[in-house]
C-alpha cells in the first residue's frame, strides 16, 4: 500500500529556480544548475531539482520589473486542458515529450526533478471549454469561478464536489508520472489568502491531490504552498502533505529571520517522518537575476549561518534559492556543513529549550542519539553570551549580533 511518508523519510533537500530566475528559467538554465550540483553538492545529501513556477507560459518574463505574471496569458495546453512545458523554454518537451527528457537528464545526475503547479485548472481552459482525460465533463464543469488567487491570474479553483473534478486531478498527475516527477510544489493551496476568513479553502482539493499522487503510481513528494500555514489543521496537512510552509514567502531581511523563531516554536511537535513544517527556501548567494536585478543576498556571513542553523536544526526542509554556478566559497561552505546537514536528515524531536526577543536555544537528537545544541544571539548586541544546560553539561558561547552557534554535545 502506498504510504506518503515513504518518500521521504528525511527532511528533503534540494534547489528551486524561484529566486533567482523567477517565472523564467529555461531548459539549459535548469541543466546547469543540477549539473553544478551533481557534481558539488550532490555527496552531501542535496538531490531534488525543482522548476518553478509558469513553466507552460511561453511570454513568462516579458513584462517584469513592471509585472511579474503576464496577464491574461495563453498557456501551452495538451487536449486534455494539462498545462505542458512551453517550448520555446524547454526544447526538449516538444512533439509531446513533455518533461520527461529534462527529468531523465536529471536523473542521468543521479537526482531527483520537480515541478511546481498552481491549485486548479487553468482559466483559459475553463473558457474554452476544454476536454478533461477520464470523463465527459469539461474544463467549466468543474471549475471554481469563485475561487481563485489573490496574486496569480492564471486558474480558477477546482469544485471538488462536481462530477469530473478528481479526474482532472489524476489526469495531471498520471502526466508527471510519464514524465518522470519526483516532487510537486503546489501553490495557493496551503494557505489560500484571498479569504482570510477561510485561509483552509483549499482543503477538499488537497485531499484529490494526495488521492491523484497515490493512484499515479509514482511516488511524489507533496509540497504546499504559500503560507503561513494554519497550525490548527495540522493534523490534516501530517496526514496529506510531506511539507508545507509556514510562512509567506522569505527573503533576505533580517526581520523576517527573526520571526521565523516564533514561527518554529508554533510547529515544533508536528515535525516527524515524512511530515516537515517548511521555512522556505534559502535566499543565498546571486538572487534575483529573473527579477530585473542580480544582487547577492542581504543576509550578513552571521545571519545566514544563524539561518542554517535553525532550518536544519528545526528539519525545516532546504532548497537553496542561488544561482548555483556562481556561489562563492562561503556560501558552499554553509550549503556543506556536514554537522548542520546530519541533524536536519537525522533529527528525531526538534524541541525549542528557550526563547526571548534577544536570544534563543533549541536542541535536537538524532536517531544514533547524538544530541546538537543551536545557540542564538537575536540581539543586535555583540559578544552576547548565550548559554543553556543540557543533560547537566553547561553549553555557552559569545555571539557576534544575529549570530548563532551550532554544537553537538554528545
Not at 205 to 220: C, F, L, P
Not at 338 to 355: D, F, S
Not at 389 to 407: C, N, P
Request: proline letters at 4%; a negative charge; aromatic letters at 12%.
Amino acid at each position: 500500500m502506498y504510504n506518503k511518508n515513504n518518500v521521504c523519510r528525511s527532511s528533503p533537500m534540494g534547489w528551486n529556480s524561484y529566486d533567482y530566475y523567477n517565472t523564467a528559467v529555461n531548459e539549459e538554465q535548469v541543466k546547469a544548475n543540477a549539473y553544478y550540483m551533481a557534481k558539488n553538492l550532490k555527496q552531501y545529501g542535496w538531490q531534488y531539482i525543482v522548476v518553478d513556477i509558469q513553466w507552460s507560459d511561453e511570454r513568462a518574463g516579458e513584462m517584469i520589473p513592471d509585472v511579474q505574471y503576464v496577464p491574461f496569458t495563453h498557456f501551452c495546453l495538451d487536449e486534455y486542458s494539462r498545462q505542458i512545458p512551453a517550448p520555446n523554454r524547454f526544447p526538449s518537451s516538444a512533439n509531446g515529450e513533455g518533461f520527461k527528457p529534462l527529468a531523465d537528464y536529471v536523473h542521468g545526475l543521479g537526482l531527483k526533478f520537480g515541478i511546481h503547479i498552481m491549485r486548479g485548472i487553468p482559466r483559459i481552459a475553463a473558457h474554452l471549454h476544454s476536454k478533461i482525460l477520464g470523463t465527459d465533463k469539461t474544463a467549466d464543469q468543474i471549475a471554481n469561478p469563485f475561487s481563485i488567487s489573490r496574486w496569480n491570474g492564471d486558474m480558477y479553483g477546482v469544485d471538488m464536489s462536481k462530477d469530473g473534478a478528481q479526474a482532472y486531478y489524476d489526469s495531471i498527475f498520471a502526466l508527471y508520472a510519464e514524465w518522470g516527477v519526483d516532487f510537486v510544489k503546489v501553490d495557493d493551496i496551503c494557505n489560500t489568502n484571498m479569504y482570510p476568513q477561510n485561509p483552509y479553502s483549499a482543503e477538499k482539493e488537497i485531499e484529490a491531490i494526495a488521492k491523484a499522487i497515490e493512484k499515479s503510481g509514482r511516488e511524489m513528494v507533496l509540497s504546499l504552498s504559500p503560507g503561513p500555514a494554519v497550525v490548527e489543521k495540522a493534523w490534516h496537512l501530517k496526514k496529506w502533505a510531506n511539507m508545507w510552509r509556514i510562512t509567506d514567502d522569505f527573503w533576505d531581511d533580517w526581520r523576517l529571520l527573526k520571526a521565523m523563531f516564533e514561527r518554529c516554536e508554533v510547529w515544533q511537535s508536528h515535525v516527524g517522518e515524512g511530515c516537515y513544517p517548511d521555512c522556505d527556501m534559502l535566499p543565498l548567494g546571486a538572487l534575483g537575476g529573473g527579477f530585473g536585478e542580480e544582487r547577492q543576498t542581504r543576509f550578513t556571513h552571521d545571519e545566514q549561518k544563524t539561518m542554517m542553523n535553525l532550518w536544519c536544526i528545526f528539519q525545516s526542509p532546504l532548497m537553496i534559492g542561488a544561482e548555483l554556478t556562481k556561489l562563492d566559497d562561503f556560501t558552499k561552505s554553509l550549503l556543506t556543513d556536514k554537522e548542520a546537514l546530519y541533524i536536519q536528515q537525522h533529527g528525531t524531536k526538534p524541541v525549542q529549550v528557550r526563547r526571548s526577543d534577544t536570544e534563543a536555544v533549541w536542541q535536537n537528537t538524532s536517531d544514533e542519539g547524538k544530541v546538537y545544541v543551536a545557540l542564538f544571539n537575536l540581539s543586535d548586541e555583540n559578544d552576547k553570551v548565550v548559554s543553556a544546560t543540557i543533560g547537566g553539561k553547561e553549553i555557552f558561547a559569545s555571539l557576534a549580533a544575529h549570530a548563532s552557534k551550532l554544537v553537538r554535545v554528545r
